[in-house]
């Protein structure tokens, strides 16, 4: 069974500059996340998507970041403008349903603002 | 929302030993909690997980234990080897969002030979 794609893996930009992540969840998986890891902190959730609807996109920055999961497949993440403290890893995870199930990451993309 | 306590932040230990990581939880409707392995430059893995109406799972040298009452939850790993080297994330379930994992600031466990 194929994983949770990512891409890219690593991205450089500088500051007040606008990046893009896209991520494929796991085939059939109908809730999807992504998760913010600054270096030696645990995963933060940004926001969660069931099939193509936002369940919880409360620690969510909007002024700067915007996501979006068309047709409830994949998804991408957006930044804009990027500021030095988003400098992390981007994590996509995806689970078959929202309720006390396995969410199966991917490898995540690793952003340096600078 | 859900907040996730996790100690110690390292620890080390010598092949074969034991090693014991434990979490608290602030959210009294939990009631999902995995454990996760992530090895560096690569996403969370899950290592085995424990629903609230089970107070003990056991996988060949991994165990976790769970106490509602106190809202705290353990991993154990047994005779310990090198490629257990890692860092250890808990999580529980978010009754207020969606469901979705918190997860503690992580253990790192380093096995010398």
């Known amino acids: 069974e194929a994983g949770v794609a990512q891409s890219p893996r690593y991205k450089i930009i500088e500051k007040r500059q606008s990046v893009a992540f896209w991520c494929n969840p796991i085939s059939g998986h109908a809730t999807l996340y992504w998760y913010q890891q600054i270096l030696g902190q645990g995963p933060k959730l940004l926001i969660q998507f069931q099939n193509n609807g936002v369940v919880d996109d409360s620690q969510l920055p909007k002024d700067r970041f915007s996501a979006e999961r068309l047709k409830g497949v994949d998804s991408t993440l957006k930044i804009q403008p990027a500021k030095l403290e988003d400098s992390a890893v981007y994590l996509c995870?995806?689970?078959?349903?929202?309720?006390?199930?396995?969410?199966?990451f991917g490898q995540g993309t690793r952003l340096t603002v600078v | 929302g859900e907040n996730v306590e996790q100690h110690p932040s390292t620890l080390s230990v010598q092949e074969g030993d034991s090693a014991v990581i434990k979490c608290t939880y602030s959210?009294?409707?939990?009631?999902?909690f995995p454990w996760y392995k992530q090895e560096l430059g690569k996403g969370p893995q899950l290592i085995i997980d424990i629903r609230s109406n089970v107070g003990e799972k056991k996988d060949q040298r991994i165990a976790v234990t769970l106490n509602k009452t106190a809202k705290h939850f353990s991993l154990h790993i047994t005779e310990t080897q090198p490629e257990d080297s890692a860092v250890y994330f808990c999580?529980?379930?978010?009754?207020?969002?969606?469901?979705?994992?918190?997860f503690g600031k992580g253990t790192s466990l380093l096995v010398t030979p």
């Open positions: 959210d009294s409707a939990s009631n999902y």
């Open positions: 995870a995806s689970s078959l349903r929202m309720l006390n199930t396995e969410a199966f």
């Open positions: 999580a529980a379930s978010d009754t207020n969002s969606g469901y979705a994992l918190n």
